[in-house]
């Protein structure tokens, strides 16, 4: 509206200059040479316009055609330009959805329209990669590199064709060029810190740390944990080489993460060596609410040097019943008691607190089982059903980094170089697909833990002052009767060998072992019985056997004919000891 008033005015003004002009009387006199010309004032005002119009015109086309090669050329620019960016924008959307061909012809396109603008190189470089050139890509990424506004980002394609190349070296060199250009890009930082870490330089580990809380890539809380996890790193390696240094570095540790198995323990062990027992006991507590570990309980169970194994069973019972609240009767806690029972030699306390597990085991609850038989009864047959129980039982918890199964806790992932990335988790292809499944025992495994315990015979002593021997009953799985004592040879007078048993005589009844008290008599040693097998012999899946049914094979002849050379070997040697008064 402002626009239509303000043409208004300017015709009305410029009808009512042309009116004033048409109404002003007089000539304009113009003499040039012999040229002579007096026209009136309206005339020569209406000439001047012309004159003036003219001219306008005139510069206006001399200008165009002085301009036109220089917009041609621009013209041109601007349509290669808008052809490069669509190729551009076409090329990254065919990288992004995975067509190889079409992002290369594309990139192509946007290399001949638009060479030097950075996007046309990404396309390049990201394209060469997808086609697996990686010659082609680092020349681009190298191009990237020299620029000044493409260099962080072309120094980033490096790094990664140096990682796909396996270039360590090369990868970290290119790292620390781009953290010197910018501190605060993170994946550099990130890359430099692992390659330090894993050359176990913790004091340059700890130098980017601190650049990393300066340029914001961390906040306080994640600094304080990664330097503890840091330090416990340099506390381990120093242990035994300066233990001062390894000490101070671990006290800091653990005021910064306190939490950190690995450090409560080395904490702990320091503390006691110091005679700080309490303070010690403290270290462990902490880190044991936040997550029960072996390692905690067995650095609680040592605490104190010289305690007996008893001792150390009441002190892990303790520790075992500071479980979180909402962990009531941790596993930890329990397989802790069962360890410290069983050093202690409390195997009925042991079996207590593992009974809960018993029936779905995981491998350590089965190793533990199997230590409990072999030492408490020395049954070689129940030990090793629980050693193949333990084989293919559930897997225990185990410090676990991006798939990555170790040992021991490390302080940085070996796969992606994350630091503080060990967890005390059980490992994912361990897990079960169907967590209320249970693994069936074999039918080896049932009747060697079906069959029960060996018995503990005990020999009579000679004197009142000398004890009793117990003496363990041979593994059942050799189903051979044990061998009596036999006693030194003593003069005596020749006794007549005893007659030999007849075959009706029930070889149950004949006593397996003799007495001390008894070897100097002059008895007739009886056939021993034979034991009957504490653990039945399992036949495996793929055994025949022995056709019962049929006539007797040359196997069976040679069993018989072994048992009655056996008869007549016992009844030589009793006659032997007969005669010569055994």
């Given at each position: 509206m402002l626009r239509i008033v303000l043409f208004l005015v300017l015709i009305a003004l410029a009808g009512a200059g042309a009116a004033w002009v048409a109404d002003q009387p007089g000539d304009v006199v113009m003499t040039w040479g012999g040229f002579r010309a007096s026209p009136s004032?309206?005339?020569?005002?209406?000439?001047?316009g012309i004159f003036a119009v003219t001219i306008v015109l005139l510069w206006s086309i001399l200008t165009v055609i002085w301009r036109m090669p220089g917009r041609m050329r621009r013209r041109r620019h601007e349509k290669r330009h808008a052809r490069g960016r669509h190729a551009i924008t076409y090329g990254l959307l065919a990288i992004g959805h995975g067509d190889t061909g079409l992002a290369r012809r594309h990139a192509e396109a946007a290399r001949r329209h638009a060479p030097d603008d950075p996007l046309a190189l990404l396309l390049h470089a990201q394209s060469a990669q997808m086609d697996g050139n990686r010659d082609e890509a680092q020349r681009a990424f190298r191009a990237m590199a020299e620029r000044e506004d493409t260099r962080l980002l072309g120094l980033r394609g490096l790094f990664i064709e140096a990682q796909r190349a396996d270039d360590a070296v090369g990868a970290v060199m290119i790292a620390e060029e781009a953290i010197k250009l910018s501190p605060s890009s993170?994946?550099?930082?990130?890359?430099?810190?692992?390659?330090?870490?894993?050359?176990?330089?913790w004091s340059g580990a700890l130098a980017i740390l601190d650049s990393n809380l300066s340029a914001g890539l961390i906040d306080k809380q994640a600094y304080r944990r990664q330097r503890g996890v840091l330090l416990t790193a340099r506390a381990l390696e120093l242990e035994t080489m300066d233990r001062d240094i390894a000490r101070e570095s671990v006290m800091e540790a653990i005021k910064l993460a306190p939490t950190l198995v690995p450090a409560a323990v080395l904490a702990a062990k320091f503390e006691s060596e110091a005679h700080q027992v309490r303070r010690a006991m403290k270290l462990v507590e902490a880190a044991w609410l936040a997550n029960p570990h072996p390692d905690l309980a067995d650095a609680y169970a040592h605490v104190k040097l010289g305690d007996a194994a008893r001792q150390r069973l009441q002190r892990v019972e303790t520790l075992a019943a500071k479980t979180p609240a909402d962990r009531p009767g941790h596993v930890e806690g329990q397989l802790a008691i069962a360890r410290a029972a069983i050093d202690a030699s409390e195997f009925a306390r042991a079996r207590e607190v593992l009974a809960p597990y018993v029936n779905d085991p995981t491998q350590r609850v089965a190793l533990l089982m199997a230590e409990i038989e072999r030492t408490e009864h020395g049954d070689g047959g129940r030990a090793r059903a629980w050693t193949l129980r333990a084989v293919r039982a559930?897997?225990?918890?185990?410090?676990?980094a991006d798939g990555y199964v170790s040992d021991r806790w490390r302080p940085v992932s070996p796969v992606t170089g994350r630091l503080d990335a060990f967890q005390w988790q059980t490992p994912v292809a361990s897990l079960p697909s169907d967590r209320g499944t249970t693994i069936d025992s074999s039918a080896f495994e049932e009747a060697m833990l079906a069959a029960p315990p060996p018995k503990r015979v005990t020999v009579a002593s000679n004197s009142p002052a000398e004890p009793a021997?117990?003496?363990?009953?041979?593994?059942?799985?050799?189903?051979?009767?044990p061998v009596a004592e036999q006693p030194e040879a003593a003069p005596a007078e020749p006794v007549q060998p005893a007659p030999e048993p007849a075959e009706s005589t029930p070889l149950a009844a004949t006593p397996v072992f003799r007495t001390r008290a008894d070897l100097g008599k002059p008895t007739a040693a009886p056939i021993p019985a034979p034991i009957p097998a504490v653990i039945p012999i399992v036949r495996a899946p793929d055994d025949p056997g022995i056709d019962d049914d049929g006539p007797s094979d040359e196997f069976t002849e040679q069993i018989?004919?072994?048992?009655?050379?056996?008869?007549?070997?016992?009844?030589?040697?009793?006659?032997?000891?007969?005669?010569?008064?055994?």
């Open positions: 004032v309206p005339v020569f005002v209406l000439c001047l993170t994946w550099a930082s990130h890359a430099v810190l692992g390659f330090r870490c894993a050359r176990g330089d559930r897997h225990d918890p185990a410090w676990t021997v117990a003496e363990p009953v041979p593994a059942a799985q050799d189903n051979l009767p018989d004919s072994s048992r009655a050379n056996g008869k007549a070997q016992a009844g030589g040697w009793r006659g032997f000891w007969s005669r010569w008064g055994a």
